[in-house]
């Protein structure tokens, strides 16, 4: 297998980036890497970057030593312009979204979450059931007092390359077969929806793994395994995840303020308890902590 360096080295946000490329034939691993770059690249590094999804490789990269950062995708080679494309795009904002990550900077919901709606409504070919907001972004359209960090989409299998398509110039990630951290082995993508200075992130994936498929999961990619609610978006009604989901992830992190808050929401929606007990069941909580999640929104 021969490795290929396509891009680098190039600067960004703290970190020293290169493209390569490790071929199989036509199966092609596309690599990002980054690692710490110095004064030269305006840094040190405000933060890691596991929040965007890279991980450390298990030895040393040959490129970038013992700490260096790796996404990979798995594509065809002939992919490769758009995988160059995506790959500049992701070191020229992300400063902003290390800033948005560790720095306080603001997030652009409402302005990114406009036009993510309004290209989702004219992509051809897609379908109500096809796509949903899910997180804390389905949360705060609830009513939800809580500010999300990024923007995330459930998609069905059947939109996951053409959702890709009507976000081709914000792509910070090709789509393709990935493995995300607390996901598995998925096909999805990211997008940076805005400008290089000012944006929200956007993420959207199915699970390849058959063993990930669980009944009542928040992104499994299946038409009618997920719970959904309704919310109203600048006079749009869009569909949303139950705040169960959010909910329970927030008692995982010992987000507080969170868990208040959007307690409050499933409350008000009336708690949907085959979800909640599902996810609870499946959560890593203790069950004491279990107990009292349920009771601060059952009673």
Known sequence: MATEMLSGPDL??????????????????????????????NGPPKGPLDVFGF???????????????????LLAFSDTPRVRQCYNRNRFVLETMVDQAYAGAAVPIEAAL???????????????????????TAAWLLGADVRPHDIDLGVTRAAVDRIGGAFAEYLIEPVATTDWPGLGIVRGARAFVG??????????????????????????GRPGAVRLASATFRGRAIPVSRPEYALVRAAERSAADRVRAIGAVVRSLGPDLELLDTLLARSRLPPERRSDLRRSVVG
Do not use: K, M, N
Request: proline content about 8%; hydrophobic content about 35%; aromatic content about 12%.
């Open 12 to 41: 960004g946000a703290g970190f020293l980036h290169q493209l390569t490329t490790d071929r199989d034939g036509d199966r092609t691993t596309f690599t990002y890497h980054a690692q710490d770059g110095g004064l030269d690249a």
């Open 114 to 136: 406009g036009e993510v709606v309004d290209r989702l409504a004219r992509t051809p070919d897609l379908a109500p059931v096809d796509w949903y907001l899910g997180g804390s």
């Open 55 to 73: 991980v450390r490789p298990p030895s040393p990269c040959q490129f970038g030593g013992p700490r260096c950062w790796h996404r990979r995708f």
């Open 195 to 220: 400008t290089f200075a000012a944006g929200a992130r956007l993420e959207w994936s199915v699970p390849l793994d058959p063993a990930q498929e669980l009944g009542l999961a928040e992104w499994s």
